[in-house]
């Protein structure tokens, strides 16, 4: 039995780890088997090419790594980058934070361009650099897609444009741990050199699969970079698939059964589908915010997420409280507010196998703590306006037309 036990689901809406469905639970229920056997390589195969379709790509070529987007991230670096190199990198949020710090521990030059925690990164600022670098000694811009800590998406189109306008050939890396299979992510378009993601967001997976892609002009910077890697070295990885077996070590056998059933429900309704619902769902829930009276902490309309969204409580309430008082009374998991915004905000995410109900059932929970904790909300104030959006925006379910 669960240490902490309650009645009935527990209502997960932290924006990842998310609900894992049940067709993915049922496909990682196996024994091990061995991974030399002709099964696993095949089963490997598929996930290769088909991992390339939620990145967009055509051009990439994919990694599925045994660890977390932490590791996903350090996979990115070290494979294209030698100490000592330049790094343009964005501080929005604690997500984007940790990234620099990973970078500097690896003994990389990190030009780092702050904003306020609720902003976007600052691409005027990114124009002014790369316009300034006649010499071309940035070798990589990293950004974080969609900000976890603070709601906040950025516009990765609007990156590409600006290296290709001063015809830079810093590598574009981004991370979409929160973003890939939820908002709308298109690398080859975009020119993203190496993009990666995480198994428990998006693709409403257990932890423990960190999914890179990289671009030939990534593979190519990858032959001379000078970082130290070893577990997650690409060239490896590209050894064994020449050889047709794919794995340089013990892959994780359940997860990848797991993705193969997350890959088959998110083309069974159609990736474009998939990022409408996020759309609707982000737009629900900011509906609500806006009813209960809050604010959102992401301050323009341009960097709302359809992930997460952070919700900004009055100076007299403790965010943190919100999110205790909905796990002990109600069931109910809610993001706290990290480093800069501990205290002030709660986090709801919507994103994953996630559909309109249970989302309401989410917003009416927040609405019950809020009501509890002594804020004046109106019942069903909420809960209404979400309704309201959704009750009209809301197709059939494509498989049941």
């Not at 309650?6 to 469905?21: A, E, Q, T, Y």
């Not at 990682?28 to 598929?46: C, F, G, I, Q």
């Not at 009416?364 to 309201?388: C, H, N, Q, R």
């Amino acid at each position: 039995m669960d240490y902490v036990n309650g009645p009935g689901r527990n209502h997960l809406f932290v924006p990842g780890p998310v609900n894992i469905p049940e067709q993915v639970l049922r496909a990682m229920n196996r024994n091990n088997e061995d991974y030399r056997s002709p099964a696993v390589p095949a089963l490997t195969k598929t996930l290769l090419e088909d991992v390339k379709k939620i990145f967009k790509t055509t051009s990439g070529t994919p990694f599925l790594f045994p660890t977390t987007g932490t590791g996903a991230w350090e996979s990115a670096l070290t494979n294209t980058l030698s100490p000592g190199d330049r790094t343009v990198s964005f501080l929005i949020g604690q997500f984007s934070l940790l990234w620099i710090d990973q970078q500097k521990r690896l003994n990389f030059d990190v030009d780092v361009v702050e904003s306020d925690w609720g902003q976007g990164a600052n691409l005027e600022v990114l124009a002014s650099k790369i316009a300034e670098d006649k010499s071309h000694t940035i070798k990589a811009v990293c950004i974080v897609h969609n900000e976890t800590a603070t709601g906040v998406t950025n516009n990765l189109a609007t990156v590409r444009k600006i290296l290709d306008h001063y015809q830079h050939p810093a590598l574009f890396l981004v991370d979409g741990v929160s973003s890939i299979c939820a908002l709308d992510f298109r690398m080859d378009e975009w020119g993203v050199d190496v993009a990666l993601t995480g198994s428990q967001k998006a693709l409403s997976l257990p932890t423990g699969l960190g999914i890179v892609c990289a671009s030939p002009k990534a593979l190519e910077a990858s032959k001379t970079a000078k970082s130290v890697r070893v577990f997650f070295d690409w060239s490896d990885y590209l050894k064994f698939y020449k050889l047709g077996t794919y794995w340089p070590y013990t892959p994780s056998i359940q997860l990848l059964y797991g993705l193969r059933a997350a890959l088959d429900l998110l083309f069974e309704e159609g990736l474009d589908n998939v990022i409408a619902r996020h759309a609707r769902l982000g737009k629900a829930t900011r509906l609500a915010v806006e009813a209960w009276g809050l604010k959102n902490c992401t301050q323009k309309e341009e960097w709302f997420s359809d992930t997460v969204t952070a919700v900004v409580v009055p100076p007299h309430i403790e965010s943190s409280e919100i999110v205790k008082r909905a796990w002990k009374r109600y069931n109910l998991s809610l993001g706290l507010g990290l480093n800069k915004v501990a205290g002030k905000v709660f986090r709801i995410g919507h994103l994953g196998n996630l559909n309109e109900l249970q989302l309401l059932g989410c917003l009416a929970g927040v609405e019950m703590v809020l009501k509890d904790i002594g804020y004046p909300v109106k019942f069903g104030s909420g809960v209404a306006a979400a309704s309201a959006f959704l009750q009209n925006s809301t197709p059939l379910i494509p498989s049941r037309i």
